[in-house]
């Protein structure tokens, strides 16, 4: 007799789950004002594994969320860390103190001693890679596990589809377990990246009007408005001064990023600021702009932003419902072959 869809499902992702510690191989995507206690806690709790975008915080910051979303969760969870944040050594002491078993390294190529020290510090040790080349390259500085995002994700993107990056990595990557995002939104998407090697999936746009996410009305309502066409990219407009496409739904506060690249590159241009300086003045702007719509609920003049995916958010839902959801689907789908 054949396995049940539920044995399929458990087979595929169980690498995943043991890495992350949890029932279902699920990880929460990291954004920006969004991804705090209420949602990750909630992610956690339904089987999933949340993570804590740290973005911008402060040290002190860190360290009080951390502290706040263990009180709500006993379940494993990680924290993610930008990179070019000019305080990544004190973010990393903080996650070593408080002994978060996985930190998600973000926003550019993680130097090899912070991933060394963390592993040293007793962590797990997950880097997006947008080529093979890099994700070998970031294996053999220590990465403990992958995430492939493709073009379809919200926020910061690269320029290939998630469809090609599995194709490309997932027969090539095994020594690690590599996980899926962009552009998943229903089970059966979520098993077909299993059953190709995928360790696991990472979701973000699906959970943004999560009951427990605590982003404003505007916002969710805008979200479950928006369709796939909606969410659209950043335009780069200098060549030589590199900006990180961002995916979101297109407002005046898309225009409005426009004038503000003018603005930071003509002052790094004229001597102002250095190549570093000017691309945090870009973060700190995206960073502004996305509170004025999560939090403060202003959707013209902030930025909401979203992945291609947010054409299949067409409702308000608990965490545990969504993640239940995701699973009976993938379930359906590899019972059925």
Not at 57 to 69: S, V
Request: hydrophobic residues 45%.
């Amino acid at each position: 007799m054949g396995k049940s869809g539920q044995e399929r499902l458990a087979a595929l992702w169980q690498r995943g789950k043991d890495f992350l510690g949890v029932e279902y191989a699920i990880l929460g995507g990291a954004m920006s004002w969004l991804s705090e206690r209420h949602l990750v806690s909630a992610i956690s709790n339904a089987g999933g594994f949340g993570v804590i975008a740290c973005g911008s915080m402060t040290p002190d910051l860190l360290d009080g969320e951390i502290t706040a979303t263990k009180a709500m969760t006993n379940k494993p969870f990680a924290v993610n860390l930008i990179t070019m944040h000019p305080m990544i050594s004190d973010l990393i002491d903080v996650c070593l103190n408080q002994k978060v078993t996985h930190v998600v390294l973000a926003g550019g190529i993680p130097a090899a001693a912070d991933i060394k020290r963390l592993k040293d510090g007793g962590a797990k040790v997950i880097c997006f890679a947008p080529a093979l080349i890099l994700a070998k390259k970031l294996i053999r500085s220590g990465a403990d596990a992958i995430v492939v995002e493709g073009s379809e994700a919200g926020c910061h993107i690269g320029p290939v589809s998630t469809s090609v990056l599995a194709q490309e990595i997932l027969l090539h990557v095994t020594d690690v377990p590599v996980f899926v995002a962009g552009g998943i939104g229903r089970g059966e998407t979520m098993a077909s990246y299993l059953e190709m090697g995928a360790a696991g999936v990472q979701l973000g746009t699906l959970f943004v009007c999560a009951t427990e996410s605590i982003a404003h009305e505007n916002f969710k309502k805008a979200f479950i408005r928006g369709n796939s066409r909606d969410a659209i990219t950043s335009v780069q407009l200098d060549p030589r001064f590199p900006v990180i496409p961002v995916r979101a739904l297109k407002n005046k506060a898309s225009e409005a990023f426009q004038e503000a690249q003018r603005g930071v590159i003509a002052r790094y241009q004229g001597g102002e600021m250095d190549m570093k300086e000017a691309q945090l003045a870009i973060e700190h702007y995206w960073a502004g702009a996305l509170r004025k719509a999560v939090i403060d609920g202003d959707v013209e003049g902030g930025s909401l932003m979203a992945g291609q995916i947010v054409g299949l958010v067409k409702q308000e839902q608990s965490t545990q419902d969504i993640i239940d959801g995701l699973v009976e689907q993938a379930v359906d789908y590899l019972s059925d072959q």
